[in-house]
């Protein structure tokens, strides 16, 4: 700059003005490129690299390879009305990526390392939630490797979206759970805000940590049944929110119903479910109701046994199942005749169009159990 100040004395050649003009904007700009720490090459792979390097399937964080909930790397955003057991479910999550459970509604967890908890909502009664299922023996590992923020984050996530990676890096947490994202995100039905809070996400994924979302519906008409099947549609603000995630599971009930119904929305393979989830309150457990379990159903029905059809309609509720709960339904039925735990029966309208026809019964030692 002293340079351009002698440049401009008086009868300074108005070239040479703008050839040290452009030098010196050149130079800023280069130092400020250097600068950077990198970042403009931080994520930067080359094209064979990243479709080589990227693994196929990865260890789910909740479920099993091919029966996932939560996908390492995906997000996974837990929905469902105020009161349902969404913070009930998480914290039995919480507990398992810490070791402290094998298994949360009769699927795995694999174990991490740290969770940072964002209590953003009612932290207070969080915390009473949490004494119902810790004791003194899990003392040293909730002080060392669980952290929780209570209360209003320093800025909203649409604002900063870098805030939340830097929260995990702050903290050493390989995991980090919201509760809930009204409450971290300024306008939820802004797409805006929704894109930048994808912003927010997919920096904290794509620097290794994975993500737990609790959110709510949208607010149900006089007309809305709480039978009627849940969708995307459902889940409140932006489509940006849901766009995003890698799994979408919704809680369907009332505020304080012992028994829920798990929907798998937004699958990462097969669908989970539905599932009947009965909660324990005073101990702050959930488990999955097996009565509805297809072999078990098959065992009540006898030698009359039941068509894919059937079975659709008694675990789904719905007396017109949709056409893709009849093909699960024909799946799990066909699952259990390879695995030896049913007899499949093809009648005369059986064949590829004729899934009402064919019939299943459990296999005689199945039935003689339970007799």
Known sequence: MRVLQGATA?????????????????EAADRARRSSGGRLQ???TDGWSFVTDTPASTAPVWGTPGKTAWASGESLMLVGPPGVGKSTIAQ?????????L??????PVQQGEKVLYIAADRPSQLARAFTRVVDPAHQDILRQRLVF????????????????TELAAEHGADTVVIDSLKDVVGKLTDDEAGLAYNNARQQLLRD????LELHHQRK??????????????????SAWFTA????????NGAAGDPVVQLHHLKTVDDEIGPLPVIHDHPRGTSHVDTSLDPLTLLRQAGTHGLTARQLATQTTGEANPRPADLAKARRRLEALTKSGHAVQETGAGGGAGGGQATRWTAATRHISAVS
Not at 102 to 107: E, I, P, R, S, T
Not at 220 to 237: C, H, K, T, W
């Open 10 to 26: 008086p009868g300074a050649d108005p070239a040479e003005v703008r050839s040290l003009l452009t030098a010196s904007l050149s």
């Open 208 to 211: 290794g940590i994975e993500l």
């Open 92 to 100: 039995q999550i919480v507990l398992a990526r810490l070791g402290l």
């Open 220 to 237: 149900q008409g006089p007309d809305a049944s709480r039978n009627q099947r849940p969708v995307l549609d459902q889940v409140y603000g």
């Open 102 to 107: 094998a298994q949360v509604l009769d699927m």
């Open 244 to 251: 995003g995630a890698g799994s979408v599971l919704f809680l």
């Open 42 to 44: 931080r994520y930067a």
């Open 149 to 164: 923020w209570s209360g209003p984050l320093p800025a909203s996530l649409n604002a900063e979206p870098q805030l939340l």
